[in-house]
C-alpha cells in the first residue's frame, strides 16, 4: 500500500464510484463532444477545454466542427485557416500543435488515431491528462486524469497531502475501470459544477459523506487581476477596415492580425466610437475604438492592408481584433465623413 492510498474498504471503495456514476448520469450537461465517442470529437473537444471555460468552448466547437468535420479536413487546411476559425479561444500555440499532429495521423498514421495515452503523448500539444483523457473517452483505457476540477475534488474529499503527483495516485485508485471515461468525465463535471473554487454545494455532492472537508477552508485567495488600457484605430473604406498582422516572432499571438494601434497623440480630442472589456488570463483590459478617416492611415501602420469582410473573416484575427470587427457590420456607422476638416 502506498502512502496516498484511498482510506476506504473496497465496499466503501465500490459504493462511491457507484454514488458518483449514478450522480453523473443524472446531472452531467449535455455538452456536444459527449454526443458519442468518436476520438477525432474527443480530442478538439480536449484540446479546447485546455484553460478555457465551457460556455466559451460550446459556440467555437460547433464552428470548428462544421469547418473541419474529420482529421483529413483539419490535416488539408492552411495553418492560417485553422487560425480563422480558432480566433476567440486564444492559446493559438494550442491550434498549431493541433494541425501539426493531424498532419502526424492523417499522414504517418493514415488517418488511425492512436489507441492509447502513451501513444497519444508522442503527438504535438498532447500531455499527461490530454493523453489519458481522450484515451479514456474515447477507447475506454483505464487511465486517471488529474486537471484542476479533479485535483480540487480529491484534496477536499481525502486530503492535499502529496502534491499534485499524490493527486494522481488517489485518482488512479479511485477510478472505475469499468467505465473509466464516464468515470474520469464525472470527476471533471463535479468539480466544474458542484465542487467548485468558490462556495461549493456540498449538500448535492455525491461525495458528501466520505469527504474530510466538506468545502470548509480550501478556497484559495483570488489572484489580483492586472489592468491594463488599449486603443485601437477603425479606419474603413468602401466596406474594407484596415488591419495589421502581428510579426511572425511575436511572443504573443505571432502572425495574427488585429486593428493597429492607435496612440493618445493621435486621438486629438475626438470621442471613441467604441469602449469594451475584455479579458485574457489575468488581466482585464479596457479598450477604445477610435474611428480614422481613410486619409490618415499613413499615419498609423505601414505593415497594414485593406480587408472586405469575405476576406476578414477568413483571417487568423486576435479575439479582441474580431470582437471589435463584429460591433461595426454597417460602415456608415463608423466612417468618419470626408468632409470634415
Not at 54 to 65: D, G, L, S, T
Not at 70 to 98: F, N, T
Not at 109 to 128: N, Q, S
Request: proline share 6%.
Amino acid at each position: 500500500m502506498d502512502q496516498y492510498s484511498l482510506p476506504l474498504t473496497p465496499a466503501a471503495l465500490r459504493k462511491l464510484r457507484h454514488t458518483l456514476l449514478a450522480w453523473y448520469n443524472a446531472h452531467r450537461r449535455e455538452l456536444p463532444w459527449r454526443r458519442d465517442a468518436d476520438p477525432y470529437r474527443v480530442w478538439v473537444s480536449e484540446i479546447m477545454l485546455q484553460q478555457t471555460r465551457v460556455a466559451a468552448v460550446v459556440e467555437h466547437y460547433a464552428r470548428f466542427m462544421q469547418r473541419f468535420p474529420d482529421v483529413q479536413s483539419l490535416a488539408a487546411a492552411r495553418e492560417a485557416s485553422v487560425l480563422a476559425v480558432w480566433s476567440g479561444l486564444g492559446y493559438y500555440h494550442r491550434a498549431r500543435r493541433m494541425h501539426q499532429a493531424a498532419k502526424l495521423i492523417a499522414r504517418a498514421r493514415k488517418g488511425i488515431f492512436p489507441r492509447a495515452a502513451e501513444e497519444w503523448r508522442e503527438l504535438p500539444g498532447i500531455g499527461r491528462y490530454t493523453a489519458a483523457a481522450i484515451a479514456s473517452i474515447a477507447f475506454g483505457e483505464a487511465m486517471a486524469v488529474v486537471d484542476g476540477n479533479v485535483e480540487r475534488v480529491l484534496n477536499r474529499v481525502f486530503g492535499a497531502a502529496g502534491g499534485r503527483e499524490a493527486a494522481w495516485q488517489r485518482a488512479e485508485s479511485l477510478l472505475d475501470r469499468t467505465r473509466p471515461g464516464d468515470f474520469n468525465q464525472a470527476m471533471m463535471e463535479l468539480g466544474a459544477t458542484v465542487c467548485t473554487p468558490r462556495a461549493p454545494q456540498c449538500a448535492m455532492c455525491p461525495f458528501y459523506k466520505w469527504c474530510v472537508t466538506r468545502g470548509t477552508g480550501n478556497a484559495r485567495p483570488q489572484s489580483i487581476r492586472k489592468r491594463r488600457q488599449l486603443t485601437y484605430g477603425l479606419a474603413r473604406q468602401n466596406g474594407a477596415v484596415l488591419l495589421v498582422q502581428r510579426p511572425a516572432d511575436a511572443s504573443l499571438m505571432a502572425g495574427m492580425w488585429e486593428l493597429p494601434a492607435f496612440s493618445a497623440a493621435q486621438q486629438n480630442g475626438d470621442e471613441p466610437v467604441a469602449r469594451l472589456r475584455h479579458a485574457i488570463t489575468d488581466t482585464d483590459y479596457e479598450v477604445s475604438v477610435f474611428a480614422v478617416p481613410p486619409r490618415k492611415v499613413h499615419s498609423l501602420e505601414v505593415n497594414a492592408r485593406w480587408c472586405a469582410p469575405r476576406q476578414w473573416e477568413r483571417l487568423p484575427l486576435t479575439g479582441l481584433a474580431r470582437k471589435i470587427l463584429c460591433r461595426f457590420p454597417d460602415e456608415s456607422r463608423v466612417n468618419p465623413s470626408e468632409s470634415k476638416p
